[in-house]
């Protein structure tokens, strides 16, 4: 059975572009939970860096998904999963390729942590997932270890994050932005350290390499590496902001 067929067994409108589907009769709200994202009982159903399309564009699914949380955080509609796999990306824009369905519903409950919306199981933890620790913080050795703490969090590698930054320096590898540079002493050594692969995605504790997998950038490259779906890569986005800075200068020659 594909996802389409599942939908409608359900008695449900079936879109092939759609994140998410609405029964209201049943004040129900039905994600799909992307086996990449799920995390022991935990799964990532939307984020606000999904709002655009690689392209730029505004992304119609996120915007239906979105209205349908809403079903559920505002109106207390009951929220269902289904498993889905991934079968692989679009060459050209990116998009995921669903390679499968689980056709099976699970009751999860929904929490809302910073830009995402995670479908919880039961017996699962609300995860935050910190996009930075500080320096002071005790080294670790391995990524993706999960630490109880009052919530689970994927702990990241302070002392990978000294050996990029000794091997790379602490300027951004977009932008070139360097904070103590511009601020003097209040800027100096602030940088962000990006995963080249998203911590969430490689599938539990992992010995980090901090020259391959790690890079510095600056808080604003970081959130646009992050505001598509699928990360961008430090290429592209170099790629979009000179192609921006060319057309300026070429529109000033004028």
């Not at 519903?105 to 910073?114: C, F, N, P």
């Not at 997998?213 to 290429?235: F, K, S, W």
């Amino acid at each position: 059975m594909n996802r389409k067929q599942f939908i409608e067994s359900l008695g449900g409108e079936y879109w092939p572009w759609a994140w998410s589907f609405s029964f209201p009769e049943e004040r129900l709200v039905i994600f799909p939970a992307w086996d990449v994202h799920e995390k022991g009982g935990t799964c990532e159903i939307l984020s606000e860096g999904w709002r655009l399309t690689n392209a730029g564009t505004t992304n119609a699914a996120y915007s239906r998904a979105r209205k349908h949380i809403a079903l559920v955080e505002d109106e207390g509609w009951e929220l269902k999963t289904f498993v889905q796999y991934k079968g692989g990306e679009d060459p050209e824009t990116g998009t995921w390729q669903i390679g499968g369905i689980e056709p099976h519903l699970e009751t999860r409950r929904l929490s809302h942590v910073g830009p995402s919306w995670f479908a919880i199981s039961a017996d699962a933890v609300d995860p935050v997932i910190p996009e930075e620790l500080s320096e002071s913080e005790e080294a670790q050795t391995t990524e993706g270890a999960k630490s109880q703490v009052t919530v689970n969090v994927y702990e990241r590698s302070p002392e990978a994050r000294l050996k990029c930054l000794a091997h790379y320096g602490r300027s951004c590898a977009v932008c070139d932005f360097n904070f103590g540079e511009v601020f003097g002493p209040h800027g100096e050594g602030f940088i962000h350290v990006h995963h080249l692969i998203p911590v969430s995605q490689r599938g539990g504790e992992y010995v980090v390499d901090a020259i391959n997998d790690l890079r510095p950038v600056c808080p604003n490259c970081h959130a646009m590496i992050h505001r598509t779906r699928q990360p961008l890569t430090i290429e592209a986005l170099r790629y979009l902001r000179e192609k921006i800075q060319v057309a300026r200068v070429t529109a000033g020659a004028r």
